[in-house]
């Protein structure tokens, strides 16, 4: 970027244009961010429509294994024309498809194959820890196949933000809940040392 001469241009100037540019920057970010938010609230809603929750519960109970498939590809289908964070919605797929749309459709491949991962565990624990190139594959398995190289290439490195980003919070949530433990532990052993009972410890 080169830049037009302005004449008398100092510093106030600087902080006045950069305050005016940084205001117009974080409007747009927040129209992005609120509609992320909404769509987060909003997901996959259209499966409790009457439509689309009869056939899913049907997809689930139906005995025979083609019926149970036959109302899967009926939901799906269906499914598909109502969201459109999902590639088969748009014509060109994921090409298609804007920034905030590819966010919501790799956060639900995401999601999804964690729900997976914990429902293939025998122990019953929800705490999933896993590494970005384990969610590469599940989330890109709903690209088509003529999806350009440098969209899912956005794809892989939204996901390794995403799983750094968590990794982050884990991190900071684990280092106040040791924090605690130990200040309380702390306080407990004072409070014997004065020889408090347990319910003068109040702790």
């Known amino acids: 970027m080169i830049f037009e001469r302005e004449i008398g241009f100092d510093r106030a100037r600087l902080i006045k244009w950069m305050m005016r540019h940084r205001t117009r920057v974080s ?3 927040s129209v992005l961010g609120n509609d992320l938010a909404i769509r987060g609230r909003r997901h996959d809603n259209s499966y409790t429509d009457d439509t689309e929750s ?53 956060c639900d491949g995401m999601a999804t194959f964690e729900e997976n991962v914990i429902k293939s565990k025998d122990d019953g624990n929800t705490m999933v820890t896993l590494e970005p190139k384990d969610y590469y594959d599940a989330v ?12 899912k290439d956005m ?40 020889g408090e009972t347990k319910e003068e410890q109040n702790i």
């Open 54 to 106: 009869t056939l899913f519960v049907k997809a689930k109970t139906a005995k025979d294994i083609s019926e149970r498939e036959r109302y899967s590809q009926l939901l799906n289908r269906l499914h598909e024309q109502n969201n459109d964070y999902l590639p088969n919605y748009h014509d060109q797929g994921l090409s298609g498809m804007n920034l905030v749309q590819l966010m919501e459709f790799i």
């Open 140 to 151: 890109l398995e709903g690209v088509p196949e003529n999806t350009p190289e440098v969209v």
């Open 27 to 29: 409007n747009k970010l």
């Open 155 to 194: 794809v892989r490195n939204t996901i390794d933000y995403i799983v750094d980003k968590n990794s982050a919070i884990k991190h900071m949530i684990e280092k106040r809940e040791m924090l605690y433990r130990a200040d309380m532990a702390k306080r407990k052993e004072e409070a014997l040392h004065r």
